[in-house]
């Protein structure tokens, strides 16, 4: 098999296509983690933000409005973390996983309700897509041509995630939410407001896991369905762990698992003559996901990381 330069850009292209979505999501879990508090509702919220949006993109037939509409879902189910772990200091790790559970819930309930009874939105249609940027500056069909047309939703991950690296590392708000993470009674004694800070950082988590669940159904795909995410959530949280909670390395560990998906798509075009079920090629990013937690070296999260804060206790 012979990949040709325009492959290759393709190749290139849909990684970062199907990159994006978890990079957004991955810069959520970080914000939370930093933050000191374990969001492993990251998949629930993916879901959430996609059905939302793609039922308001639907609608209304603006993709900014659905994104909105995302971002908003998951701000709320990031509420409802930070009230369970912050306020009424839940276990963290099940009160994501009730996160996990209700959100893709409250998607097909809503779904039934609006389309129908059924657990699918209709397609959104092209004007309710995400535009495709940088498309005619090079040559349709060639390396560079694919290379740079992507959708926005690329290039804004990109950027997202180094206003992340930027926030957390360059500014004094950035200094404080590592302070909570780490150590926050200490934190606590030079005056922050740990519990502010770790609502801000959590409800941040929901809206950007939401935003990377929204962004699916307005690129890869073109309308809701209960396994739009399969797991994606997750692999955003593994990519955190393999980036050893730092925006950089999270990026590139994104694009890894990006990478393998879109390798499993190009394996499987029937032009390659490879007789490989496609189920097997479907595994590729899960196996992969799991080598990498299984090699990569210890990764150390925050301090306080999933530990719960009690002021009143000594």
């Known amino acids: 098999m012979i990949l040709s330069a325009s492959d290759v850009g393709l190749l290139i292209s849909s990684t970062l296509t199907y990159g994006a979505p978890l990079i957004i999501a991955g810069m959520g879990s970080i914000m939370s983690e930093t933050s ?46 930070a009230l369970a772990s912050v306020t009424f200091k839940a ?3 099940i009160s994501g996983i009730a996160v996990n559970l209700l959100a ?17 939105t209709r397609p ?17 069909n060639s390396f560079l041509g694919y290379v740079f047309k992507n959708y926005v939703s690329v290039y804004f991950c990109l950027f997202l995630a180094a206003g992340i690296w930027f926030l957390l590392f360059r ?9 909570v993470g780490e150590h926050p009674r200490a934190a606590a004694t030079l005056g922050i407001g740990v519990f502010r800070v ?34 994606q959530g997750f692999i955003a949280i593994a990519a955190v762990i393999f980036g050893k909670f730092r925006p950089k390395n999270t990026v590139l560990a994104c694009l890894l698992f990006g990478f393998c998906k879109s390798l499993s798509l190009t394996l499987g075009n029937p032009k390659f003559g490879l007789s490989v079920p496609v189920h097997l090629l ?24 999933g530990k719960i804060y009690d002021p009143a206790s000594g």
């Open 198 to 231: 770790r609502y801000f950082c959590v409800l941040l988590s929901g809206m950007l896991a939401a935003l990377g669940g929204a962004v699916i159904p307005l690129s890869t795909v073109s309308f809701f369905f209960p396994s739009i995410i399969s797991g």
């Open 282 to 305: 479907s595994m590729i990013p899960y196996v992969i996901t799991l080598l990498v937690l299984l090699f990569v070296g210890r990764s150390h999260a925050p301090a306080a990381s």
């Open 171 to 179: 500014t004094r708000l950035g200094l404080r939410i590592r302070a």
């Open 124 to 140: 959104v249609d092209l004007a309710g897509k995400l535009p495709v940027v940088f498309g005619n500056i090079f040559p349709e």
């Open 91 to 93: 276990d963290q790790t």
């Open 36 to 81: 000191g508090v374990v969001n492993i509702g990251i998949e629930g919220q993916m879901t959430i933000g996609a059905f939302a949006c793609a039922a308001v993109s639907v609608i209304t037939g603006n993709p900014w409005i659905g994104l909105v509409a995302g971002a908003a879902a998951g701000c709320f189910f990031g509420l409802l973390h």
């Open 104 to 120: 893709p819930g409250a998607a097909i309930y809503f779904c039934k309700a609006i389309f129908e009874g059924s657990t699918q």
